[in-house]
């Protein structure tokens, strides 16, 4: 028997990898570089069964797959979510194992992320989350999710990144840098065309090959070309009627293939439904499928029932299977467990890094939204009495919301961060709607009792000096929630006819909503300001509050389009199911290419607030816009100067058109963007480059990207509706 070598000495002396791809040499910090994880691999892989190898293709637990404990070869555990490390869960169901030291820092949802602007900010939240997960033992945390915003209907559009491939590209790839910098290995999710709850375990997604590669793919692209991603998750939905888990095109001919991703394809937890796909299209990893390894759960029995298990070995032993693919699994897999067990520290967890980590990302979200008179920021020195109405300015936004949700060290409600911010007021407080107990089924608070409840929060307005209204949506089941798309574009709870009477009895209201998602706003008119508060973790109440009293001076912008009424966003606009959510599990993606902002600009129609949009408490003075180009790039200056008297950051964004062009197109895309904070009385300047390739369409015919001559137009402005500079160039 060949003396075999310890690959893995533990942890402390462990021989180790680089997080990034490494030259030949040994890395400097003693690790091993990639090259030397690759000799290390190709000794153990001639030494392992097809057992072995097919054991760690799946499961062992719901959240851990194993090592090869003969050669010390240790298991591997997984965790969700995207902002934040989930609460332990029991080794074979989905309960939670009731640990009391896995709370942890509540980081703002990727939405809130995608409204910063800010790649620097998307570095550092990834550092925080890579460190609670390796404090937390786990080799990979599964997020980030880059799936695009096609409608204001899918429960987990507060998981990802907004309406506009570039933006999720350009934040997703220093948010992976900075996780795997820990050592901790992400999971890109959910590749691909997850863009909706309703029936997403069976909807079969059709859309032409120009939108997947112009909308859908590019954010998943720039993690594993750019990003480095060491895992990718599969997403439960079909395309070109097979399961993404083990979807030939998406995985082996584009992902591994065209991409060169090297990493692991896992799959969702109880995405794989067929062992010759999931063997031959790319699955590396298989979790939950329907079993809890111990008894009978919809037809399967143990974890040797999984496709990859005793299925696939089968298979192979009877020569209907090639090995060489197990082998390239279990290659994959390798590389992961070296790649996150490579003598990396221990991380931290619920430390006050993170919790500043938190709290500066939650304060570039905000955004503000209207604020008609300045009736914001409030001075905290007054003496008011102060109405704060509204379920949201008490409740947890962090618990529910599906497998992302946290438990949090702590989460500071708005009420609270309001009583700390306006010590001299008089803080009066009523619930004004319920929604009933989180997640799955809520009862709305029966008729009556809103009634009641809504006639109480009128009352007290009425007497009040400044109403604060705190509502939206919430992580309640057809909400902003995992499993089901909302069920209607309004508020919901009856806010807007609470919202509606508050502010015809008392004028002076500041309504501030957390939310995930757009919502219509029919009381808009009526109301002087208006606040964004997206779902901001645990420094979400002192956050609002620091916004609401001046501390704060919100630079948020929309990361998606805000439509009057859902008819305006393009699925919805078609009024024909078969494009939202499906019939018999087909869907078309009808609105192809013209998504958000790329809709409403090239069909005319006005959204209540659009893509790129907040406003700030000081105001700027953009100026000396120069645009010019070469043949690989145009180049975007301009000075922006800060005319107002406080502090505060703005995002300029450069967005460009093609005139007369061959094809269909929007009228404009982002293509750059820079946030720069300006002090009062000084100004700043702004320099962004364009690369020409960037401004390549996806030609279906020659199946290849090609950049169309002739003229463009470049458009500079504050927003996607907001534009303040058109030029013309030729290319
Ligand atoms: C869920 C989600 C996925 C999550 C996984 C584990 O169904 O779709 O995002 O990471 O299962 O909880």
Redesign the pocket.
Known sequence: MKKLTPYFLGLASMCAIACQPQSDQKASDGKLSEAEIEARINEILPQLSIEEKSAMCHAQS??STPGVARLGIPELW?S???HGV?AE?NWNDWGYAGWNNDSCTAFPALSALAATFNPDLAYIYGVALGEESRYRKKNVI??P?VNIYRTPLNG?NF?YMGEDPFLASTLVVPYIHGVQSTGTAT?V??YAL?NQEDD?MGVNVQVSERALRELYLPAFKAAVVDGGAWTI?G??NRYNNQHCCHNEILLMDILKKEWNFDGVVVS????VHDTKEAARFGLDVE??SFTNGLDAQLGNFSWDDYNLAKPYINAIKKGELPVADLDDKARRILRLNFRTNNGWGPGRMTCPDHMKTAHDVAQEAVTLLKNEGAVLPLDPAKKLTIAVIGENATRTLVKAG???ELKPKYEIAPLDGIRNEFPNANIEYATGYTSGPAFYGFAPAPKEDQAKLKAEAVELAQKADLVIYVGGLNKNYQQDC??GDRTAYELPFNQDALISALADVNKNMVVVLASGNAYSMPWIDKVPAVVQAWYLGSESGNVVAEVLCGKINPSGKLPFSFPVKLEDSAPHSFNDPMVYPGVDHQEIYKEDILVGYRWHDTKGIKPLFPFGFGLSYTTFDVKDIKVSNTASNINVSANIANTGNVNGAEVLQVYVGKVDSKVARAQKELKGFQKLAVNKGASANANISIPVESLKFYNEETKAWELEKGKYVVYVGTSSADILSTTEIEL
């Open positions: 719901k959240f997984w969700d979510g995207p989930r869960i599964l997020g999710g987990r998981e999971s999710k959910h997850n997403r998750m997403s439960y969702d937890w109880g995405g979790m939950g599906g497998s992302s995992e499993g």
